[in-house]
């Protein structure tokens, strides 16, 4: 099992980049570096220019594999999505009880990232906070329609979808599953954000933990179905 979870490889839809940064060592560099300055610097001031420079490489070349820095925010966030969704199906594949198995899901997807050896080049601790600051800069633009249309959000869709189905599984006759699971999602990222920046508009804290809100407002809207 470990073997084959260190061979897992992250799918991104190859709209996103022009050359897979996966298939070399400068692409896996340009990712590694970018995570490293986006959060050192945020996403507006961070340019290929000065990416090059870190990687000592040609600005020219970092273009060879993404179009510009909206797509490589893509790429990053597409990423992050798979990597949680990866996750998240390893963790709840084989366990039958309906609580926890959406009690398990919704841990992975709000709780705090540790760092995962399995990849190397990809600090999920400062990706994570990447999504937390920027991610609503890839799809808050003019071009939304048109590139999910192309399917550049399909990840985090898919992975929304999943546990929209964990939810159904536990109250079918709730009304509004898809809308509850994108809001933990979603929420998950705002509370985190609100606990460092505004800590007045949110009350989780050094105690109380997104994870624990999102139980709490899971679990008390929803009912069990009758048939267990």
Known sequence: M???IHSIRIGINDKIYLKDPESSDLGKRIIEQSILMIDEMGFESFTFRKL????KSNESSIYRYFENKHKLLLYLASWYWGWLEYKMVIATNGIANKIEKLQLAIEILTQTVEEDISFSHINEVLLNKIVINEYSKSYLTKEVDREN???YFVIYKRLVNRLREMIVLWDDQYPYPSSLASTILEGSLHQY??????PMLTDCNETTTPTEYFMDLVFRTLKPNSNG
């Open 2 to 4: 470990e073997r084959l």
């Open 52 to 55: 090059g420079e870190r990687i």
């Open 149 to 151: 249309k192309d399917g």
């Open 193 to 198: 954000f609100l606990q460092e920046h505004f």
